[in-house]
C-alpha cells in the first residue's frame, strides 16, 4: 500500500506539469456586443409572438368545431370497420390472390404486349386524326 503512495506522489507532479497552460481569454469586443444588441431590440415585441399562438389557436378552434369532430368521428369508426380482423382477412386475400396472378411470365409478357402495342396505337391515333380532319375539313 505504501509503494502505491509513493507512486502517486511522485507521478502526480508529472501530470500536473504536463498539461498546457490555458488559453487567456479573449479580450471582450464591445463594437460587436453593440451590434449583437442592437439586432436584438430589432425584434418584434413579445406581444407579435402571442398574437400569433393566438392566431394558430383560434386554428385549433375551428377543429375542435362539432362538424370537424363528427367528420373526425366518421372517419375513425369506418377505419376501424375497414381494419378489422374481417376486413383485414380480405385484403390479405385480396393481396395473396394479386401475387399468384402477376408471376414474372405474366408480367414479362404484358411488357412485351405493351411494346408491340405502343406503334399501333399511334398508326390507330394518325387515323383517328386524318379522319376529323377530312370530316371537319
Not at 393566438?54 to 375497414?82: F, H, W
Not at 385484403?91 to 411494346?115: F, P
Amino acid at each position: 500500500m505504501q509503494v502505491f503512495k509513493y507512486i502517486f506522489m511522485f507521478i502526480l507532479p508529472i501530470v500536473a506539469l504536463s498539461m498546457p497552460a490555458p488559453e487567456p481569454e479573449a479580450k471582450l469586443d464591445l463594437a460587436a456586443f453593440g451590434k449583437l444588441l442592437t439586432a436584438r431590440q430589432d425584434q418584434p415585441p413579445l406581444g407579435g409572438l402571442l398574437g400569433d399562438l393566438l392566431g394558430s389557436l383560434g386554428s385549433v378552434k375551428e377543429l375542435l368545431a362539432p362538424e370537424t369532430l363528427d367528420a373526425i368521428k366518421v372517419v375513425v369508426t369506418n377505419a376501424a370497420k375497414l381494419l378489422d380482423d374481417d376486413g383485414t382477412k380480405r385484403a390479405k386475400a385480396l393481396i395473396t390472390n394479386a401475387s399468384e396472378l402477376l408471376t414474372a411470365d405474366l408480367v414479362k409478357q404484358l411488357n412485351g404486349l405493351l411494346k408491340e402495342l405502343g406503334p399501333v396505337i399511334s398508326a390507330v391515333v394518325k387515323v383517328i386524326s386524318m379522319l376529323l380532319q377530312s370530316l371537319l375539313g
